[in-house]
């Protein structure tokens, strides 16, 4: 089964920008669809952005399209999220997770990392 280990969150103003990476191990990542979810304290998960097993589709959630892109490295078995003028209400621990399928439903992803903080200060 893969390990999932996130990078990259941190404090950063409004406005600004964030790379988060997930450094997968374990059995072929090329082979997973990969997601990124997040949860505010207090707020249930919600899906962010997928991307297919290949690369070739993504799917964003509509709070941050425009500004977050999702991509992966299938040669490095790293998953990225790319966030672009960062807003306060982006403020919360981000998650990556592996899905046998293409999905922006959280249940239907079966491995997930630990998380990273990312906190955006008006």
């Known amino acids: 089964q893969v390990q999932l280990v996130e990078s990259g969150g941190r404090l950063v103003q409004a406005g600004g920008s964030l790379r988060l990476s997930c450094a997968a191990s374990g059995r072929a990542f090329s082979t997973d669809t990969m997601g990124w979810f997040r949860q505010a304290p207090g707020k249930e998960r919600e899906f962010v952005a997928a991307?297919?097993?290949?690369?070739?589709?993504?799917s964003v959630a509509a709070s941050v399209k425009g500004r977050f892109s999702v991509s992966r490295e299938n040669g490095k078995n790293t998953l990225y999220l790319q966030m672009n003028s960062l807003k306060p209400e982006d403020t919360a621990v981000y998650y990556c997770a592996a899905a046998p399928f293409f999905s922006a439903i959280a249940g239907q992803y079966g491995t997930w990392g630990q998380g990273t903080q990312v906190t955006v200060s008006s």
């Open positions: 991307i297919s097993s290949s690369g070739g589709s993504t």
